[in-house]
Structures are given as C-alpha cells and as structure tokens.
C-alpha cells in the first residue's frame, strides 16, 4: 500500500476540504444555495466512499495499519489508525452526515446566508467523529472529541433568536466542556500509570498492562473512571445524561439528527477502542461499572420517556435507554462490537429520520414539540405519518424491524458473557418501552375533533431523509444477513 | 432461456403492485388488459424454454435467485423440471385465458382494477409454489395463495355470505397448514434443510419408516385443506360466493390443485411410507364419492360444479395414494382444462340469465347460447370419460393404476367406478336443466350469449379439453415418460396389459354411459321431477357436515374465544395496567430531579463521577 498514509485520513482530508471549500464559496455565492448544497451533500457521499475505500483496503488487506509520526521522539507513538472498526465507522458517519444534511435542507432555506456557515460545521463536525474511532492515541481522542463538540455546540445553539436555542446551546457547552475536561484528566492519570498515550505500537498501553503487575492501581483505576464518565457523557448514558432533554429540547430540530446519531456513534467507537481493546487486560474491572451504568440507563431511560409530553425530550429519554442497550454490547468485551455496530449502524439512521419528522412537523428551528402536535399527521401527511410509526416500531424493537434485530445480538451477547440479569432488565425495559413508542404512532393516527388537518407540505429532501431511515430499518429488518456480513468484519486492528 | 425466469413470477407480481397502485387511474378496461397481457407474457416466457423439455432434451435445473436464510441454508431457488413446467404453462395458460374472459365478466365493476390485481398476485403466487426448489419457498407460495383466493372470495365483502365463505375458506386452510408446518419442521430436524434435491436424494437412506410416515401424514393434512378433501372440503362449496372466474382459476383448474402437486412433488416421501399410501388413497376415494353424492342434488349451477371439483380432486389423491404420480398429475392437467371451461361456461350462463344460479329456473339455453352450449357439451363429455375426450383418459389411468395395487384395492377401485357412474348422472344433469327441455325463467330475463372476451376463452379451452387426453394415452405417447425426471427414485408400477386397460377402460365407459342414460331419462320430460325425497335432501344438505362443524367444533371455539377475551380484559388487562401506572408515577416522581439548572446538573455529574472512581477502586483492588 503506497500511499496507505493518505488513504487514512482521506475520511477527514474529504470534509476538512469540504468545510473550507462550503465556506469559500460561500462567500461569493452565501444566498444562491443551489450552488453550495449539492456541494456539501456530495462532500459528505464523498467521504462515505473515502470510507469505503479504507474498508476495501483494510479487508484486502487483512487488518489494518496504524502510523507513528517518527520525528516526534516524545509522541513516538501511533496517531491514527485504519482497520474494519474506523472504516466502518467512517461509511457510516459519512452517510448519516448526508442523510442529516438532507433532513436539515428546510432550516438551511430558513437561515439564509448563515446557512452555509451550518453546513460547514456539519462536516467539521463530522470529521471530528471520525477521529474518535480512527485513532489509538488518547490526546487525539480528546481532540477529535472537542473538534465535534465544539461544532455542535454551535449548532445546538444556532438559531438562538428562537426561544430556547441559546440556553440549549450554553448548557451544552458548560456540561460539555465539565465532561471533556473530567475526559482529559483521565487521559493523564492514565499516562501517569502507564506511561503512554497509545493503545497500540512498541510502548503502548496495552503492553504495558500486559507485560507489567500493576500492585498500586489506582491512579490507573482513577483515569480508567474519568475517561469513563467523559465518554458516557457525550453517549448520554444515565446517569450522566441530564443534560441530554434539555439541550435536544432546544436545540434547532434540524441539526438534532446528526448532533444524536453522529455522537453515539463516535462515543461507542472510542468507548469500544478504549475500553475493550486497550483495557482488555481490566475487564473484570470495568465491565461490572458498565453494566451497571447500562441498567441505569435502560431503567432511567424507559421510565423517564413514559411521562414526557415533549416529542423532542421523549427522544433524548428514548436515545439515553438506546445507549444503555448497546453498553450491554459492551459489557460483553470483544463478543460485542458486530452487536455494537449492527446497533448503531442502524438507530443512527433511525434517530435522524424522526428527527426530520419532528422538524417537518414542527418546523426546522423552532424548539419545543408536544406530542401533541404530531396529531391529525396520519392525514396532514400519511407518508410522514406511516414512515415515522415505521421508524418508531425500528426504535421500539419489534421483529422485522432493525432495533429487533440490533437488541437479539446485544443481549445474546451479553447472555454470552454471563450478564444474563442485564440481559432480564433489557427485556424488561423494552417492552415497557413499547408503550411510548405506540403512544406516539397512535397520536399521529388519532382522529381527535379539532385537530388541524390543513396538508401538511414537506420538502423533496426532507422526505428523502426520511424515507432513507425507513427503508434501512425495513430492509435491514427483514433481511439483515448482509450488513450482518459486514459488520462481522468491522474489527479494530 | 431459463434464466429469465425469474421474470414468469416477477412479471404478474409487479403487474399487481402497479393495479393496485394506480389502477383507478388506467380504469376499465385497461387495466384488466394489461393484467391479462402479464400473464400472456409469462406464458410465452415460460414455454420458450418448455419447448426443450416438450422435445425430450431438456434437463432439470435449479435457478439461483439469492440466498434467503443464510443461517439455516435456505435459498431462494427456483426448480424447472416437467413437473414444474407443466404447472407453470397451466397455470399462465388457463390464467390468461381466465383474465381475458374477467374483462367481459367483471365489466362495470366498481373495484375492476382491484380485481385484476388480486388475480395477477394469485399467478405470481402460484407460481411460487410450483416453481419452488425448497419447501420453504414453497410454503410462502402456498400461504400466499392462501391469502389471494381469501381475498378474492370475498371479493364482494359487502355481500355477507361472501365476506363470511371468504372466512370459512380461511380459516379451514389455516388447519392445513398447521399440517404443512409441522411437515416443515419435522423435514427440518431430520435433513437439516429444505432443498428438494438434498432431501429426496437422501430420504431413503435418512427417514426411518415411522418418520417418513408422519412427514406425509402431516403433509396430507395440508393437502386435505388447499385441495378440499375429507375433513376439510367444507370450504370449496361456499367460495363459490366468489366471482365465477376467480371459480374457475382459483377453485377449480388451479390452487385447489396445489395439494396434489404438492404430494406429487414429495413423491420419494410418499414412497417411504406405504401406510400413509393407504390412508390418502381411502380417503381420495371416500372424498370423491360423498362429493359426487351430493352433486347430484344440488340446485346452484356453480355448487354442481363445486361438489364436482372436489369429487374429481379424490380421484387425484387417490392416484397419488396408490402411487401412480404421473397419472393424478395427468388427471390435474386435464382437469384444469376441462373444470375451468365448466365454470366459465357456467359463468356465461349466470351472465346470460342476468345472475340466476338456479338450475330449476333455467332451462332450453340450447338454442340461445350456442358457443356456450357446445363448449360446455366438450367438457361434459370430458368429465364424464366419454371416449376420446380428454377425461376419458385420465380418470381411466387412474382406475387402472388403483386396479393394479390389487388386494383391498379392488374396493376402492369399484367405488371409483361407482364415483364414473354418479358423475356421468350429475354432469348431464346439470346440461339437460340448463340447456334442453323448454324456458323456465323468471319474468324479464332475456338470455343472451355473451361477449367475445368470453367466449373466445371458452372457445380455445373447448379445443384443449377434447386434444389434452391425447398426451397420454395407453399408447405412450410419452406423458408418463415425460415427466419421468420428476419423479426419480421413484418405483414404476408394473406395466399392465393391454388388453387388461382396454376391458377396464370398456367396463368404465359402459357404467358412464349408463349414468348418461339414466340422467337423461329422469329429466329431459317435460316436468322436472320433484327431488324431495329424504335422501335428496340430506344430499342437496351436503348431509349436514357443516352444521355438524358449526355445533362441535365453531362453537366451542368460540366459547374458549369468549372466555380467553374475559380473561384478558379483566385479569390480564389489570396486571398490566397496574404495572404501568405503577411506571409512570415512578417517572412522575423523579421528574423533579430534572430540574434544568446546570449548576444541579453539573453536581450530579461531579457525584456520579465520584461514585464511579470509588466503586472502580473497590472492584480494581484498592489503590
């Protein structure tokens, strides 16, 4: 492989250049959005094929590679990684960047110049994702971490004339900022013990757990936990999740998709990368913490979204139990990740396509969305109505749906690792959670008097957003031997 | 060529989607049309490649479409073999000429296109479940086929009888198919997969007698419902609520045929199991002779025609129980020619007579409805074994086959004669009421022949119904041996004489004539002789079988089904209710933590933190 080096940031070389080229033309062409959009939409395509070229090259190959930089002696380290786990993730971002771009197409229309500004700090954002999942160094974690904060917390905050927005935006940014740093120190303690930054090359961490007796582990155990809560954070697992209604509550619906669906992604990656991979050697540690966090999330998650009256807030509760059920992909170690990808492969497309929804209902930017609101849509709009019960049986876990699908493999694996009392709560908690999945479809088919049923006019690409969601969480329902195929394949190095 | 035959199915099924989609738009009569030139182009894309094997050179294949069930090896394959081939020009062939006469039949009906999506959903569904290489395949063709004949029965659901024989017809086959399931499962366990070509190259050496056994007993359950047979037939009377061509197709020349061919199609299985031989063949034969029984009195054209068709789908289960595959296949496809052209025929004159299914008010047709006459006449002539018409050949066949096993045999044997002999009598019957004597119509009705659409269909399957016994005759010229690659490993009967045949054959044809004879005395007076004798009316009760069903069996199932709904409602219902709430005021409770300052959040963020590193600590070993 000659020029392997490129192939692995081409993921990021594609959205960085697109972020700085959506800008450029922007400023010469910011009003004339026929111009930029295509452009932005076929960056983000772009990079889904730079994915699936690091994918093709990685499964030709047989592993993966990582790369040092040599003239660094201190850093002499591998900073970025190409394997199936990056290389998937990287298909993935890059198609669930362009489906949310598409789903945010009416709140681009709406922002008018500042649209083109939105739509670069998706791709920054993006690239920021990826760099969690495709490298094996911490710092650079903790970079990629902050390039995609950063750039959502912008985005959560962007249409901060509307109610709500700026107040989203700023919690986002506090509580994020509290967990990166919680995230960072981490990452020191764990240097302080280890003596290296590194999961894999000569002096990485994982050799030196292996190779060493670690008799005074609790600066390790330290770093361990706060990397921990960190990633849990931006996962919104429970109880590190408060934050997560509130600012989806505020936050533009538009942006929503990605800022969800984008971060869960990346999170599981690193967790996974992090924990699974580097920590092998402490699983009897932080399996245990995890699965509890699991429960908690699974428990909070359900219960929390049972009473909520705020669609958006019923998602953030719903997303909160989701990321519970794909901990328990993880507690199960190196058995999980096809579980874990399987999972999130497909709730990200779930996630972006309700959201869309909610914008299409509610409009793109404006904040709070009763589940009210969505009633009558079985006749304003019966396409958007049957998509989102669809999407909303996915979410629920019915059988022939993708969630169905994503929970039988997180919870036969987690039964695999012996956690058969996750597993119970799992079950448990899903069937509750049918109850306010079904609570919103049958809203969205009540025949209530007095409900408005003016037609309710969706634009080309928002539906298109939706329909792509739907149809992944039929098709892969029905038939998921083949991305099954696929995401068996998507090992880390 | 047999590549795009995927396409045979693809063809009607997408034609059904597009129907159903924008079929007001297209109206009438295009979109019958266009169902009817789907299923014309199938037929033509199917006999192109069935010309090798009409010519003797072709060789069975297996057409890979993709891989359905990876986990349990179960492919989506497609098998073209004889067998297959003459199903699927049957099936292609009558259905298009059944669609053709649809566009007369069902003209100014308000669901017209409908109609024709639902038909062309029936030939792709069908075709699943002949051209399938596996059982599962096939199982999702028959439960499709299943669904499509539901829908079409009721078709006219505002009508509750139809909406109810639509039920009926339902949930009897819903038995069977418990039947067909468990097969599968069974099938399963011991193969370890569903592929025809695994299965039947292994059985032999697999199956143990007794699981051979109950493999095709379960098989044969799900045969007695999709081809009406004891216990099971009670629904083939009432889908006749249906509209007459959906009669014709579905109840007569083809689905009802599914069981057959699907028993044939396990030959090797059948076989194995010697006992499950007898059991089919009594019950063919016990079928065909209750149905012919109360053929004989029924007063509704189409019921005739109804209890007709499951009396003749006994005498093919009795072909298969005796083991003579070829010849209750042979039987099928005569049968569909000649059992299609009946209903249709019969349709043209419920058509003529304004929608009157009454034979006693009908009558001295003859002249009026000549196409119609002399067609039906063919198929009479057909099903009643006349020579040289094509049910002459066939139904000897089978006669001869059962004659052969010999031993108990010659029993079921003379009742089948017996069964030639009531058919003769109810089939001619049916023509002298309908067609001879003088008018005894209801005041306004001027019968009429009906539009070409409908009778050139009748016109070419007349012509079919008197050539198709002529593929297999005693002669050979070759059927049997034709449709040998289907049924390898199979044992052949012994060869009979000649002269054996011909006497059967003479024996069988003067009974016939003889029932000819007698039906012909009894009504061609010029008075209807009055049928109300006890026994006449058990016969034109179908002795009460359903209202038997209804007390034993509806019933109690419905009193389960309240008691089941009671049970729900108040303890089920409540425990899960009580859960629930209990749920939701937990929700309620811990609403008030999510208070919506950060100042609180970023506390418990910082507790939670704190919590996670001791109890890290403490699983990790202290420091």
Redesign the interface.
Known sequence: MGNASFIAVAFEVVLLTGALVTILVGVVAGRNRSVWGPLVGMFFLLSAVAGLWQWLEVQADGGGLYFSTQNLPIMRSPMVVMDGFSSFAAVILGLVGFVAFLGSWDLQVRLGKRAVEFSSLMLLGVAGLHMMAATPNLVVVFIGLETASIAFYVLAGFTRTVHGSDEAA??YF??GS??SA?FLYGVALTFAATGSLSLYGENSILNFLSSHIVS???I???G???M??GLM?KISAA??H??A??VYQGAPNAALGLLVAGVKIAGFAAIARIFVEGMAS?I???A??VA?IATISMI?G???A??QDDIKRLLAYSGVSHAGYILTAIVAGSGGYSAMWFYLATYAFMVVGAFTVVSMVSGPGSSATSIDSLKGLGKRNPEAAWLMAVLMLGMAGIPFFTGFVGKVLAFTSAANADYVWLVVIGVVTTV?GL?YYLRVILTMFSSDEGVELATLDVSMSARFAVIIGATVTVVFGV?P?PLLDVVRNALPL | MTDLLWLVIAIPLAMATINILIGRRLGEPLSGILATVAVGVSFVLAAIPAVDFIAGTGEPVTIRLF?????MGVEAELLWDPLSMLLTLIVTGVGALIHLYSIGYMHGDERFPRFFSFLNLFIGSMLILVLAANYAIMFIGWELVGLCSYLLISFWFTKPTAAAAGKKAFIVNRIGDWGFLIALMLLFASFGTFDFGVIFATAPAVLSVGMATAITLMLFAAATGKSAQIPLYVWLPDAMEGPTPVSALIHAATMVAAGVFMMARSAVLFELAPATGVVVAIVGVATALLAAVIAMAQKDIKKVLAYSTISQLGYMVLAIGVGAYSAGIFHMTTHAFFKALLFLGAGSVIHAMAGEQDMPKMGGLRKLLPITFLTMAAAWLAISGIFPFSGFWSKDEILAATFNEGGVFYVLWLVGVVVALLTAFYMTRLMVMTFFGSGRWDEGVEPHESPASMTIPLIVLGLFTVGIGFINTPFRLGFEHFLDPAFQGVAHPEEMSAALIWTLAALTTVVTLGGIAWAWARYRRSELPAESGVWWRRALGGFFVDDFYGDVIVAPSRAAADLAVTTDEKALDGVAYGL?SG??S???T??P??S?K?RS??G???I??IV??V???I?????
Request: aromatic share 10%.
């Open positions: 700023l919690k506090l509580l509290l967990a919680m005074q582990p609790g390790l155990l330290a361990m936990s706060l921990l809560v954070f109880p590190f408060q934050w209604p509130d402490q009897d540690t932080w245990p913490i509890v909070v359900v219960v929390m049972l009473v509750i109850a038939v031997w | 891989t359905w069930i990876p986990t629930g749920v939701k937990l929700g309620t811990l609403r933590v999510q919506g950060v959040y970023a418990v963020l910082a939670a933190g996670l590193i109890a890290m600590v699983i990790g070993g202290g420091f």
